[in-house]
């Protein structure tokens, strides 16, 4: 799955044929992921992995930062088969997207 901090939160990631801005600093999605996954945890909710994984896609899903399967296969393969990472990318504009597969980095 690709970070969110890849692509804008603002966006739509169903329709993200632009550009997008790369957040970063205290003001950017990592720090407010960060947050929100503290305060989860100390809620006494999370703290495992499987409770953390399970809040956290909720918590993009609901801010619109996960990008879907159906644009995910849209885009072209530039790698398979490793073990760490599947690579993809939009010919038109040469953008790419990478998704760091679980367990395996």
Known sequence: ???PDDL???ENRENA?????????PEGL??????ALEQNTRSGQGG?????????????EEKGCLISQELWSSWHPVSEGTL????????EDRRAMKKTLPGSF
């Not at 044929?17 to 600093?25: L, M, Q, V």
């Not at 990592?30 to 947050?35: F, I, K, R």
């Not at 495992?48 to 993009?60: S, Y």
């Open 1 to 3: 799955m690709m970070t």
């Open 8 to 10: 804008s939160p603002s």
């Open 17 to 25: 044929d632009s550009s997008s801005i790369r957040h970063r600093g």
């Open 30 to 35: 990592g720090e407010e992921v960060a947050c």
């Open 48 to 60: 495992t992995d499987a409770q953390d994984q399970r809040f956290l896609q909720a918590w993009f």
């Open 84 to 91: 760490e990472h599947e690579v993809r990318l939009r010919l």
